[in-house]
Nanobody
Framework: QVQLVESGGGLVQAGGSLRLSCAAS????????MGWFRQAPGKEREFVAA????????RHPDSVKGRFTISRDNAKNMVYLQMNSLKPEDTAVYYC?????????????????WGQGTQVTVSS
């Protein structure tokens, strides 16, 4: 069982930056692939970033590539999402998720545990 708690959301102007954090409980954090997803009002939850169990590999969709960076600290049971050059279309609730799998996965159905989400609002 893994419990996830996100923090770091807020209101930022377009072009600004935010760093989201996700604290995970449990002693087996390093055995999970970790991901970030987001969901805007009226839209499907979409993949934003994922990182391998060791932290050596990451994946980002084209919509955020070059602007968002996922990282993790297995010693602290933490995963982060650094978001730069934010755009109004990045406005959404951002969710941290954990997948009990060996390889990076990018679809929400593959993730086993979810946090409660943190709101990110980007003003124009």
């Amino acid at each position: 069982q893994v419990q996830l708690v996100e923090s770091g959301g807020g209101l930022v102007q377009a072009g600004g930056s935010l760093r989201l954090s996700c604290a995970a409980s449990g002693r087996t954090f390093s055995s999970y692939v970790m991901g970030w997803f987001r969901q805007a009002p009226g839209k499907e939850r979409e993949f934003v970033a994922a990182i391998s169990r060791s932290g050596g590999s990451t994946r980002h969709p084209d919509s955020v590539k070059g602007r968002f960076t996922i990282s993790r600290d297995n010693a602290k049971n933490m995963v982060y999402l650094q978001m730069n050059s934010l755009k109004p279309e990045d406005t959404a609730v951002y969710y941290c998720a954990a997948a009990n799998t060996m390889f990076i996965v990018t679809t929400r159905e593959r993730y086993d545990y979810w946090g409660q989400g943190t709101q990110v609002t980007v003003s124009s």
